[in-house]
Structure formats: structure tokens, C-alpha cells
């Protein structure tokens, strides 16, 4: 059962028959806050780049013929499906997207975005599908086909969400009534908590987070360049 919390307010002081009645405190439901829908994505595709980072570190690994643990690759294809393939990208799809359709403007950008989306999907299911073969890893032909998928989402993505940060998100409340937004904003969440629990967000992060420890690429400093 949800907690409703109450916060104490004074109601304004009432004249009757010529005589001010003491103001009577009232309790009165107070306001659960909602993220706004274009705080929910953005901070999605924050995980979407830290997971695009760990594809880019395997890819590296691939690439300089370092040993690769199977584990992280399935670990990391796995949060990709099931929290940016099937749950970020299908509420875009749902009931995002929808919203800019109704405008001219937005039909090709949102067009050429949903195409994405669904190579993506056929992207991460290659990557998949070749991480679970046994000794992949032992295999040139499969480790160069891997390689090639993993940076062909990355690259591709990175684009994509750009994009989608710049030159949609920013005008999602011109393009619907503030109603709509809200209720948009309400039903994103709901359908978060529905899939993965009150502190799902959390979760996915931490698992995220502990891909990027077995990989040695957690820490900031890391990604520092080197000036020369």
C-alpha cells in the first residue's frame, strides 16, 4: 500500500457575519513529484553510453587480441536488451514519438530514429547470439564479425542519441499540452517501477557500475586525455 503524506496549511482567515473566525488548520494531501519524462530519458541514455562504453572497451580488447571475458559480454547485452531495447526505446515508440508524428517537422528525424531503433535491436541480438557460442572467443572469423557489431551500434548510437537529446527532447513540451506531458511523465515511471522494482534504476546502475570495475574502465580518470 502506497503512504500518502500529509503536509499542514492554513486556511485563509473567513468573515462571517462581520466577525474573523481564527484560520483552522487543515491537512491536505501533498504532491508525490514525478521526474519529467525528458529527465527520465536523459538519464537513461546516460546509462545507454556507460553500456556503449563497456561495447567500446570490449571491442579494444577484440581488437588488440586481449583475453575477453564471456561474462561481461552476455552481462552487458543482456541490461542493453532488456533496459534500452525493450523499455527505453519502446516508451519513445508508444508515446513519445506519437506526439512529434503530429507535427511536419519532426516526421523525418522521428522516422529515421525509430528505423534505429529496430537495427539496434537486430544488432544486439547478433552480438548475442555470437557471445554465446562456446570458445567464440578462440574463433578469428567470430571475433572479427563481433568486433564489427559492437562498434557499428556504438557509433550508431552515440549519433542517435545526440540527436534525440538535442533536437527532440528539448521541444517535448511544445509539441503536447502540459496535461499530456504529466501524464506521459506519470506513466514512464509507472512502467519503470512495473519492470524493475521502486529502485530499479539503482539496480540497473550498479550492475553497470560493476561491469565497468571487472573492466578496469570505473574510474573518471580513466578517460583522460593525454596532452602532449
Given at each position: ?44 541514455h ?32 543482456t ?26 517537422s ?49 557509433s ?56 565497468e ?13 593525454n596532452?602532449?
Amino acid at each position: 500500500m502506497k503512504t500518502i503524506h500529509y503536509q499542514r496549511t492554513l486556511c485563509p482567515l473567513l468573515l462571517i457575519a462581520g466577525l474573523i473566525v481564527p484560520s483552522i488548520a487543515l491537512s491536505t494531501p501533498a504532491k508525490e513529484s514525478v521526474i519529467p519524462l525528458t529527465e527520465d530519458l536523459m538519464r537513461e541514455h546516460g546509462i545507454l553510453h556507460r553500456l556503449l562504453s563497456i561495447y567500446d572497451k570490449v571491442a579494444e580488447q577484440l581488437g588488440h587480441h586481449t583475453p575477453v571475458r564471456r561474462a561481461i559480454v552476455e552481462e552487458a547485452v543482456t541490461i542493453m536488451k532488456n533496459f534500452i531495447d525493450d523499455y527505453h526505446q519502446k516508451l519513445e515508440e508508444e508515446y513519445l514519438f506519437p506526439q512529434f508524428k503530429k507535427h511536419s517537422s519532426y516526421k523525418t528525424l522521428v522516422k529515421t530514429l525509430e528505423k534505429q531503433h529496430n537495427i539496434g535491436r537486430q544488432l544486439n541480438a547478433r552480438i548475442k547470439e555470437i557471445a554465446m557460442h562456446d570458445n567464440i572467443f578462440n574463433k578469428p572469423t567470430y571475433k572479427t564479425h563481433l568486433l564489427a557489431l559492437l562498434k557499428a551500434y556504438s557509433s550508431m548510437f552515440r549519433v542517435h542519441t545526440a540527436r534525440e537529446d538535442t533536437e527532440l527532447f528539448p521541444h517535448a513540451r511544445s509539441v503536447m499540452p502540459t496535461y499530456k506531458f504529466n501524464s506521459l511523465s506519470r506513466i514512464f515511471e509507472d512502467r519503470e517501477v512495473a519492470l524493475f522494482g521502486h529502485d530499479g534504476f539503482t539496480v540497473i546502475l550498479g550492475k553497470v557500475i560493476a561491469l565497468e570495475k571487472a573492466l578496469g574502465i570505473y574510474r573518471l580518470e580513466k578517460a583522460n586525455a593525454n596532452v602532449r
